[in-house]
């Protein structure tokens, strides 16, 4: 029996493609996945359980959609014994055939399937010429995936190939036995074989898969060390990014307190900025650094309404102090129109400070008291 049925494989391939894109690292990704699922078709023994469907595609698409998983487990069930009996005759149903045997009765035989312990050791087996083109085609699918990888994922694939060329190449010949006939001459002059030579060399082609294989895990290493440090830069990132959203809980501020606030989001923006375009997950980078800029655009706005609010509310107190320090002791000599005209002065500036800055309750008191003193002043 078939690891995997058909109708199973088929479902499982209509949503793969629904998931692949169309650049060439997808397709890489998209051929892979569906080789793996090629490989439970070709095995022979127990049904493969949801769990390992879940694990082959979950690994490389993570939105997988899950109902096609489920129907594709339940559809690579086993049926019952009796499930596909069909003709009186003859019928085979998991695992089971039913015989009519010559006196008319139903004989029930049993048909034992290779296990997977069997499956193993036909893998094992395996013909070293077929090891050779396994090897070839992973190392192949993992040099691609690692040197064009953009998100850590990829770079895990990528691994996961390397790891799978390594169990083909460990089943290689190292070296190869070379034999030579080795003459002597008796006493006629005759030359006659007296034995072999024989001569242990290294297998080349062997060689030079294994030396392959050590330059793709040493860029493996490259870009495990550059995806180390991008990850820095990101985690950096964030860290400055939580400081500043936490710093800035609970408006209104300061204008010190907003300039504070900028000087993190700069902060984290910098680390941002230092995730190259050829390192593995600069894609997400530029989403964060999308994200940062207008949360930076938003709190350079706010910085600059406080500054101008505030300057405004300085200027509007330092009026009221002239205007009082101005009016006479002789109310005969307070002139009214002056009055009015400083007052509506302050009042102006009063309107100037916008809501949301620091200054914005004293000075919504103030501007109540002004605009009753003007109407008291006003003839």
């Known amino acids: 029996m078939s690891r995997l049925n058909n109708r199973a494989f088929q479902i499982l391939r209509a949503e793969v493609k629904n998931c692949a894109g169309n650049d060439a690292l997808s397709q890489m990704e998209q051929r892979i996945v569906l080789e793996e699922l090629e490989k439970l078709r070709s095995q022979l023994g127990s049904p493969a359980s949801l769990e390992e469907l879940r694990k082959i595609v979950i690994s490389t698409y993570a939105n997988f959609n899950q109902k096609a998983l489920l129907a594709a487990a339940k559809a690579n069930r086993p049926l019952g ?9 003859c019928a085979v149903a998991a695992g089971a055939v039913l015989l009519v045997g010559g006196t008319g009765t139903l004989v029930l035989a049993i048909l034992l399937s290779p296990t997977t312990h069997q499956s193993a050791g036909q893998n094992a087996s395996m013909r070293t010429e077929d090891r050779y083109q396994e090897a070839i085609a992973s190392l192949e699918q993992a040099e691609e995936l690692i040197n064009q990888a953009k998100t850590a994922a990829n770079l895990a694939l990528g691994e996961n190939k390397l790891s799978e060329a390594k169990t083909h190449i460990d089943y290689l010949p190292v070296s190869d036995t070379v034999s030579s006939r080795r003459y002597s001459y008796n006493r006629k002059g005759r030359r006659y074989v007296s034995g072999y030579n024989t001569q242990t060399i290294p297998n080349q082609q062997t060689a030079n898969i294994r030396n392959r294989f050590e330059q793709i895990k040493s860029q493996l290493s490259q870009q495990q060390q550059i995806l180390g440090r991008t990850n820095t830069l990101i985690q950096t990132a964030k860290q400055y990014a939580f400081a500043a959203a936490k710093t800035g809980q609970n408006p209104p501020h300061t204008a010190q307190r907003w300039q504070q606030i900028e000087n993190l989001w700069y902060k984290a923006i910098a680390q941002l900025q230092n995730v190259r375009l050829e390192d593995v997950d600069y894609v997400e980078a530029q989403k ?23 300057e405004a509310f300085n200027d509007a107190q330092q009026q009221i102090n002239a205007l009082l320090a101005s009016i006479p002791k002789d109310s005969s000599q307070v002139d009214r129109n002056q009055i009015v005209s400083q007052m509506q002065k ?5 309107k100037m400070v916008k809501p949301g800055t620091s200054d914005y309750r004293e000075t919504q008191q103030l501007l109540q008291s002004a605009q009753k003193k003007l109407k008291a002043a006003q003839p």
């Open 288 to 310: 964060l650094l999308v994200t940062y800029q207008m949360n930076l655009d938003t709190v350079q706005i706010r910085l600059k309404t406080e500054r101008e609010s505030h």
């Open 81 to 89: 014994i009796f499930g596909t009996i069909k003709l009186a005759g």
């Open 346 to 350: 302050i009042i102006h500036r009063l």
